[in-house]
Nanobody, 121 residues
Framework: QVQLVESGGGLVQPGGSLRLSCAASGFTFSWFRMSWYRQSQGKERELVASISSGEGSTNYADSVKGRFTISRDNARNTVYLQMNSLKAEDTAIYYC??????????????WGQGTQVTVSS
């Protein structure tokens, strides 16, 4: 059974920090690019950060660059999102995504159920 299970969300004050975790199972984690997306009220889902399967290269949305860090632990089949200097506009449901075979016939993609992050004083 393929699963992506997010955890670590919650309520945090502006300027605070939070670390999200996404535990993967049921597939070969190391083959997949892992990403965090978020969706806030009234907005479309957006890519927050991603990390590649091989070299571990990362990319970030401009809005979170310098504040968020994505990392992965292939031995634990887990991807993390360290969020610092949180702002109210970071409030959203955060989703874990796994994808492999991009651009080819074997493209496979999985999504987690999401975890709520609320930044409020």
């Amino acid at each position: 059974q393929v699963q992506l299970v997010e955890s670590g969300g919650g309520l945090v004050q502006p300027g605070g920090s939070l670390r999200l975790s996404c535990a993967a199972s049921g597939f070969t984690f190391s083959w997949f690019r892992m990403s965090w997306y978020r969706q806030s009220q009234g907005k479309e889902r957006e890519l927050v950060a991603s990390i590649s399967s091989g070299e571990g290269s990362t990319n970030y949305a401009d809005s979170v660059k310098g504040r968020f860090t994505i990392s992965r632990d292939n031995a634990r089949n887990t991807v993390y999102l360290q969020m610092n200097s949180l702002k109210a506009e970071d409030t959203a449901i955060y989703y874990c995504n796994a994808v492999t075979g991009i651009g080819g016939p074997w493209r496979t993609e999985y999504w987690g159920q999401g975890t709520q992050v609320t930044v409020s004083s």
